[in-house]
């Protein structure tokens, strides 16, 4: 077994330097020929971060010679990008490699590979436990891909390359084969916060900022490949913090000042680094920054706050909340919710239901508390049955859902700002977002595809909304 587990990539330059950006934004990545042509599919599940992880590892591969294909039964190497933030990652992993032995008996050549977080959380006992699995990742490793490969195609057993390049500044140009009118770009990696239910910290590792000269250059590029809006990445997108001291919201109004991009959105900021800097920016710039702010609150008790070391209470939440309504009006709200928590009581989980009406999200994301590995609460002793776990959740979003019927049907008869992003042969229609990040549907012809059009709602779903288009 090849093991470079452990070990620490490093760079001269620190990430919080302040001497001049010398390394040029295009790093040279393996242009070998290793993929001889051989199909890759990559099988994702999880996040925004590892959808964009995996059009990067398409790319990589691409770069190598390798064709993505759309099915694993077409292809010589199938990759597991895999999620650990919830649920039992480690066994749909397993489980869907078993869903490939039947591949490898007709492919002899067929290489498994798994990464993304659950690779770094489980490195070489994937392969102890799954003699199938060929190769193992983290995130860190991903531009090491090619190189992991051709090492996997020389020698006879697995190899597994999970570790965190810790000291190496974050420098990670998008590379994405074929941008879309909507493209995700990072900006921050990793996350220092540690919430006591939280596995990032363990499979993300120390947060970084690429540097600011570096966003902005590749956003410019995308616009040039026809680019329209850009949703800026990061576990905790707000503490940003450029080697040159720049900070979100400098980031934010750089972006739209100094760009051509038509509209900015991000995710997922943290309530704690929500500052009124960050407000006055967005509503200064409401013609490029959209109005839409994704800001888990994670639970409305403050009790459950503090043991989930979130550094917030459930005043201060609803106060920044209070604030960004005041000085955004029209803005739209999402969050994330966790129901279960250990300790939590009826008393703390009806505080939650009563924010969640108050607040008035347009939607949320709730989820039962599961314990993950390495995390502290996973050891709290208090933990909630499963059977009141799932009776809160259903609960919630009962009572979510009131309160975002009524919110959809107040859009029915508005005239919204819809950037188009595809056309349905099978269907007719166009498909595109409202700065408020609503999808809307509507007929029209397929070259508007790029174009930000007006669109009047005329029926409201609580999740689309169906519209006709005024030409203007
Ligand atoms: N259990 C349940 N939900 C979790 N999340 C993160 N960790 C856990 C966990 N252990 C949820 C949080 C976070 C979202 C991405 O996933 O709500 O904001
Ligand atoms: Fe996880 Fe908390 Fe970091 Fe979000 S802020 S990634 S929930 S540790």
């Known amino acids: 077994m090849i093991e470079t587990t452990g070990r620490e990539t490093t760079n001269s330059s620190s990430p919080t330097s302040t001497t001049p950006i010398q390394t040029p934004i295009l790093k040279t990545y393996s242009n070998q020929d290793i993929g001889k042509g051989r199909g890759v599919y990559v099988s994702t599940y999880g996040c925004q971060m590892n959808v964009n992880d995996s059009e990067r590892m398409y790319s990589l591969l691409e770069m190598a010679n390798f064709t993505p294909v759309p099915t694993p039964e077409q292809a010589s190497l199938i990759i597991i990008n895999s999620c650990s933030v919830r649920e039992k990652p480690v066994h749909k992993v397993y489980s869907e490699v078993g869903t490939f032995r039947k591949l490898r008996e007709k492919n002899p050549d067929l290489k498994i590979g798994v990464g993304g977080c ?107 490949r026809g680019v329209k809006e850009i949703t800026l990445l990061g576990q905790n997108v707000n503490s940003y913090e450029s080697e040159c001291g720049k900070d979100f919201a400098d980031l934010l109004k750089g972006l739209a000042v100094e760009t051509n991009i038509e509209r900015i959105r991000y995710t997922t900021s943290h309530p704690k680094d929500f500052d009124e800097k960050l407000m006055d920016v967005m509503a200064q710039h409401q013609n490029k920054i959209c109005e839409y702010i994704h800001l888990p609150v994670q639970s409305g008790s403050s009790r459950i706050l503090h043991t989930m070391n979130r550094g917030y209470t459930r005043e201060q939440y609803l106060e920044k909340i209070q604030k960004i309504k005041s000085i955004i009006p029209n803005v739209v709200l999402s969050t994330d919710i966790i129901v279960g928590f250990p300790g939590e ?3 703390d989980f009806q505080e939650t239901v009563r924010l969640v009406q108050d607040v008035a999200y347009e939607t949320i994301f709730a989820f039962k508390y599961s314990p993950r590995p390495f995390t502290k609460a996973a050891r709290f002793e208090d933990q909630v049955p499963e059977s009141v776990k799932e009776r809160r959740l259903a609960e919630l979003f009962e009572a979510h859902n009131k309160i975002s019927f009524e919110l959809a049907k107040q859009y029915e008869g508005q005239v919204l700002q819809v950037l188009v992003e595809d056309y349905s042969e099978e269907r007719g229609n166009l498909h595109g977002r409202s700065t408020q990040n609503k999808n809307v549907y509507f007929l029209g012809p397929k070259d508007m595809v790029g174009q930000t059009v007006s669109v009047k709602i005329t029926k409201a779903f609580p999740s689309t909304l169906r519209g006709e288009w005024i030409p203007t």
Request: charged residues 25%.
């Open 118 to 224: 659950v690779g770094s959380q489980e490195k070489d006992n994937l392969v102890k436990k799954q003699p199938m699995i060929d190769f193992v990742f983290g995130t860190d490793t991903i531009d090491k891909l090619p190189e992991i490969i051709a090492k996997v195609y020389q020698s006879e057993g697995p190899t597994i390359d999970t570790q965190f390049a810790h000291r190496a500044p974050y420098y990670v140009e998008t590379l994405i084969r074929n941008p879309g009118v909507s493209t995700f770009v990072n900006v921050t990696k990793g996350c220092d916060n540690f919430c006591t239910f939280c596995v990032v910290p363990y499979t993300r590792g120390r947060e970084k900022s690429r540097p600011y000269t570096h966003v902005l250059k590749d956003v410019q590029e995308l616009i040039q």
């Open 345 to 347: 009581t009826e008393e």
